[in-house]
């Protein structure tokens, strides 16, 4: 059983993925690279492939 139930999910499409969100990060030479919708989405979706559920509690 997943965390996330399929059914209740919602698809969201943005127009323009490429769009600059508000930050940015340093490449290894010290240049300031924007941070987009997508890499927020393609950060996301990785960290949703390494969720561990935990174990039940009593």
């Given amino acids: 059983m997943s965390?996330?139930?399929s059914r209740n999910q919602v698809q969201v499409v943005r127009a323009n993925?490429?769009?600059?969100v508000g930050g940015a990060v340093l490449d290894k030479d010290g240049r300031e690279i924007l941070i987009t919708e997508e890499m927020v989405q393609a950060a996301c979706q990785e960290c949703?492939?390494?969720?561990?559920?935990?174990?039940?509690?009593?």
């Fill in 17 to 20: 993925p490429n769009l600059h």
């Fill in 48 to 58: 949703d492939k390494h969720w561990v559920k935990p174990e039940k509690q009593d």
């Fill in 3 to 5: 965390l996330q139930d």
